[in-house]
């Protein structure tokens, strides 16, 4: 019988090292780069993802939504199991009355899976459009502060360092911590994030069932 595992779609990447101290705001901003008279800075993805207060916040409610998920699949699953385990030992020792009580109660199994199947793909699917708000959260916002900072940094590129996408850097470039600074600074959570809402109303709905 098929285990169904739910994926977290790389929570946990997201999850990792995360600063719980929160920053103050420099009292003086990042050194500007430049070179040939174009001015150059860069932001560090990894620390964004772990020091930003709201990418944190968001963080915690898609594992929360993630984990509560996945404990529903795995809980309708081993009922399956359970009725497979069942039907068989049934089977074995002739205890089904006629072919008609067998069959019917393995239909009953058979759509037993498929609703356990349905349920894993809109969970997965409803985890994927979070992760997709939250992207789109966090780069309208990191957006919009850049647009403001910028307007005294006059900075002419300003690039994202995600892994090996930038091979070298010289840190005077790096203007990481004024930029999470500065969102943190910014950042008022005066109400949860839509995904812990949706994680409450699927867990109350599967209780129903």
């Known amino acids: 019988m098929k285990k169904y595992i739910f994926s977290a779609l790389a929570i946990a990447a997201m999850m ?13 901003p990042a050194a500007a780069a430049s070179g040939e008279g174009i001015k ?29 998920a996945r404990n529903t699949l795995n809980q309708k699953g081993n009922a399956l199991q359970a009725a497979v385990n069942n039907f068989q ?61 910028n307007q005294d940094k006059k900075f002419d590129l300003i690039l994202s360092k995600a892994g090996d996408n930038i091979l070298m850097g010289n840190k005077k470039y790096d203007i990481t911590q004024d930029v999470i600074n500065g969102l943190n600074k910014r950042y008022k ?4 994030p839509a995904a812990d809402t949706k994680a409450a109303d699927t867990k109350k709905a599967d209780d129903k069932k």
């Open 16 to 28: 990792a090292s995360c600063n719980n101290q929160s920053p103050k705001m420099d009292e003086t």
């Open 40 to 68: 150059i800075a860069y932001v560090e993805v990894d620390s964004l993802m772990t020091q930003y207060d709201f990418a944190k916040d968001y963080s915690v409610t898609l594992q929360k939504k993630s984990n509560n």
């Open 89 to 149: 030992q049934k089977l074995n020792n002739n205890g089904f009355q006629s072919r008609e009580q067998a069959a019917s109660q393995q239909a009953a199994i058979e759509r037993q899976q498929r609703d356990l199947q349905e349920l894993q793909a809109r969970l997965e699917g409803e985890l994927a459009q979070e992760t997709a708000k939250f992207n789109e959260a966090l780069r309208d916002s990191l957006q919009n502060f850049l647009k403001a900072y």
């Open 189 to 192: 959570p005066s109400a949860k």
